[in-house]
């Protein structure tokens, strides 16, 4: 059974950091591309940050350049969203994304941040 469990999430001011961990299991983690995506109230859902399953290269939205990263450990299947800077408009529901690249999509059932000014 495939999981994405996210974690991490929760209530912090503006400027704070927090961390953000993506556990997954039930696939060959190392072979999916990972990425971390958001949605805020009555929005869509955006792409925040991904990484690839080989080499690791990274890619970030405009609107978290220099102050997220990305990284995953492949020895405990989890991958995580570093958070620095946070900002008001960063409050969303952070979804975890397990893409093979060829057809087989995972998602996690997301967990809240919530940045207050």
Do not use: H
């Amino acid at each position: 059974q495939v999981q994405l469990v996210e974690s991490g999430g929760g209530l912090v001011q503006a400027g704070d950091s927090l961390t953000l961990s993506c556990a997954a299991s039930g696939f060959t983690f190392r072979r999916y591309a990972m990425s971390w995506y958001r949605q805020a109230p009555g929005k869509e859902r955006e792409l925040v940050a991904a990484i690839t399953s080989v080499g690791g290269s990274t890619n970030y939205a405009d609107s978290v350049k220099g102050r997220f990263t990305i990284s995953r450990d492949n020895a405990k299947n989890t991958v995580y969203l570093q958070m620095n800077s946070l900002k008001p408009e960063d409050t969303a529901v952070y979804y975890c994304n397990a893409d093979s690249g060829w057809g087989r999509l995972y998602w996690g059932q997301g967990t809240q941040v919530t940045v207050s000014s």
